[in-house]
T-cell receptor
Framework: DTAVSQTPKYLVTQMGNDKSIKCEQN?????MYWYKQDSKKFLKIMFS???????INETVPNRFSPKSPDKAHLNLHINSLELGDSAVYFC???????????FGEGSRLTVL | AQSVAQPEDQVNVAEGNPLTVKCTYS??????LFWYVQYPNRGLQFLLK??????LVKGSYGFEAEFNKSQTSFHLKKPSALVSDSALYFC?????????????FGAGTRLFVKA
């Protein structure tokens, strides 16, 4: 049973298109995140949700819209894709102030 | 602002030798520190964390880390490296200024273990 699962694993699309990535965790955690990993492997937080409520929005363009229908799910929709959006997007979850992050396997987005 | 620094892009070590991957931190207040490992085309996996208590923390796969408050360091160590330890290692700090809802990662250190 995968703890944090995200789909799809790969997305290849044209500039200007819209795409979505879905994430689900079965760990019962209250907090979920989206991280972006660029081609140099830098990891940057995008969003943090706690019990379906947006807590952190790390100056991400409005084209990125997260949605958390319940605390086990956190989806990411991206409008009007740009070349610079190409990256690996990781979903993660954690519990409490001291809990470690559990990561999904990542979704590799390539914008052509 | 809370941050962690990993001064080495890459560490090379021979199999069987001890390894150290360095991390220094800059935080206001008590640091909550973590190490993660990433294998190619995989998500990050948690190795160990320091929250409070004993300065020597033991984690998964034989890894340990030493919290040093005076040097603001949290170096990752292993007494005897394996080829299978070759991966990308990230040090991270929980940003308590944002209520703990943000974890900040270092730039990563690539470990190569040669047989």
């Amino acid at each position: 049973d995968t703890a944090v699962s995200q789909t799809p694993k790969y997305l290849v699309t044209q500039m200007g298109n819209d795409k979505s990535i879905k994430c689900e965790q079965n760990l019962g955690h209250d907090t979920m995140y989206w991280y972006k990993q660029d081609s140099k492997k830098f990891l940057k937080i995008m969003f943090s949700y706690n019990n379906k409520e947006l807590i952190i929005n790390e100056t991400v363009p409005n084209r990125f819209s997260p949605k958390s229908p319940d605390k086990a799910h956190l989806n990411l929709h991206i409008n009007s894709l740009e070349l610079g959006d190409s990256a690996v997007y990781f979903c993660a979850s954690s519990q409490g102030l001291t809990g470690e992050l559990f990561f999904g396997e990542g979704s590799r987005l390539t914008v052509l | 602002a809370q941050s962690v620094a990993q001064p080495e892009d890459q560490v090379n070590v021979a199999e069987g030798n001890p390894l150290t991957v360095k991390c220094t931190y800059s935080v206001s207040g008590n640091p909550y520190l973590f190490w993660y490992v990433q294998y190619p085309n995989r998500g990050l996996q948690f190795l160990l964390k320091y929250i409070t208590g004993d300065n020597l923390v033991k984690g998964s796969y034989g890894f340990e880390a030493e919290f040093n408050k005076s040097q603001t360091s949290f170096h990752l160590k292993k007494p005897s490296a394996l080829v299978s330890d070759s991966a990308l290692y990230f040090c991270a700090v929980r940003d308590l200024n944002t209520g703990g809802f943000k974890t900040i990662f270092g730039a990563g250190t690539r470990l190569f273990v040669k047989a």
